[in-house]
DNA sequence: ATGTGGCCCTGCGAGC
DNA sequence: TGCTCGCAGGGCCACA
């Protein structure tokens, strides 16, 4: 589920619920996801009113009026729903709790915010706000895509002594913020280059055509995510969307959808990930 | 430094 | 039905 366009859905899904409102109680309901939460996280949380609700990369930044900022990451399965819509246009009832429910926010409008993560790849972790740009989860982070910090300058200095498969660079956090293995392929699949070819090896022209791509496949993905929130809130979480619109991903034996190309989608194996591309038309 | 593979964890669908 | 296997949207960390 959580690439970028998909938590910048869900940060906007939750934005109406709890921006503003104060945090009477926080059930947390096991020690650790990913790693052990903060120290005294609940407590922390306890009669904090959000300030704003952003994100940087994959991350959900929770701006407290504390001066503390809740760090969230999705993981591989992490879901965050709310429920009990203070307005009363979608249910008025919680859901019973269910199974990996790990931590439960209950908002001063009414609302519950269930944090749900069957794997536990998830993590949370408590930072001054101030200082969030220095915080270790932070910091190595690439620019925003769809910020001005990425541009063709940028990528075509930082790819030009990579030596990696352009997906496997692409892929990596410190290059390009919030791409993940859906996005990487369908962005390589729409710029016609072939995954495996070497990141230094593209020439500055191909390079610079990653740039627009990249921002368009995230920002029509974001949009269709968007149009999906009445879905998000429903209760079963469920955000269903952009997969309709994938190409290449889980793809593999389909036709190339490329005029006049003819050729099949391929899956190999990249760094440990699935990759679904196009052996005939990206080069 | 850069690059690669292992590993964390649960759930689900395919195949037998 | 029920088992086993492979795979899943991420990313840290150890090691070459």
Redesign the pocket.
Same mark, same amino acid.
């Given at each position: 589920?959580? &690439?970028?366009p &998909?938590v910048e859905t869900v940060r906007r899904g939750l934005a109406p619920s709890m921006e503003g409102q104060v945090i009477t109680r926080a059930d947390v309901n096991r020690p650790d996801l /990913?790693?052990p939460f903060p120290e005294n996280m609940a407590a922390r949380l306890t009669g904090a009113k959000v300030t704003a609700l952003r994100r940087r990369? %994959?991350?959900i930044l929770v701006d407290l009026d504390t001066g503390e900022t809740l760090i969230i990451?999705?993981?591989?399965?992490g879901r965050m729903t709310v429920s009990g819509d203070p307005l009363g246009q979608f249910h008025h009832d919680h859901p019973a709790p269910a %199974? !990996?429910d790990h931590v439960v926010f209950h908002m001063g409008n009414g609302a519950r915010v269930t944090f749900n993560d069957? *794997? /536990?790849?998830g993590?949370m972790d408590l930072g001054d706000t101030a200082q969030l740009g220095d915080h270790?989860?932070i910091k190595? $982070?690439g620019p925003e895509p769809l910020g001005n910090d990425f541009n063709e300058t940028y990528l075509a200095n930082t790819l030009s002594? *990579?030596?990696?498969?352009i997906k496997?660079?692409l892929?990596?956090? !410190?290059v390009v913020?919030?791409?993940?293995? $859906?996005?990487?392929c369908e962005v390589l699949y729409r710029a016609r280059i072939n995954p495996t070819r %070497?990141? %230094?090896d593209l020439s500055k022209k191909r390079v610079a055509s990653l740039v627009p791509i990249i921002r368009d496949v995230l920002s029509e993905a974001i949009a269709a995510g968007g149009s999906s929130l009445k879905d998000y809130r429903q209760a079963d979480g469920e955000?269903?969307y952009?997969?309709h619109g994938f190409q290449a991903?889980?793809r593999e034996n389909d036709p190339c959808q490329t005029p006049e190309c003819g050729g099949t989608i391929v /899956?190999i194996?990249?760094?440990? /990930?699935?990759t679904?591309y196009c052996p005939k038309c990206q080069r």
């Open positions: 589920m959580p &690439e970028l &998909e /990913r790693w990369s %994959k991350y990451h999705l993981g591989m399965s %199974k !990996h069957a *794997r /536990r790849f993590a270790w989860l190595p $982070i002594t *990579r030596n990696t498969p496997t660079a892929l990596d956090q !410190h913020a919030g791409l993940g293995n $859906i996005y990487v %070497k990141a %230094k955000l269903g952009f997969q991903y889980d /899956r194996t990249q760094s440990g /990930r699935s679904f």
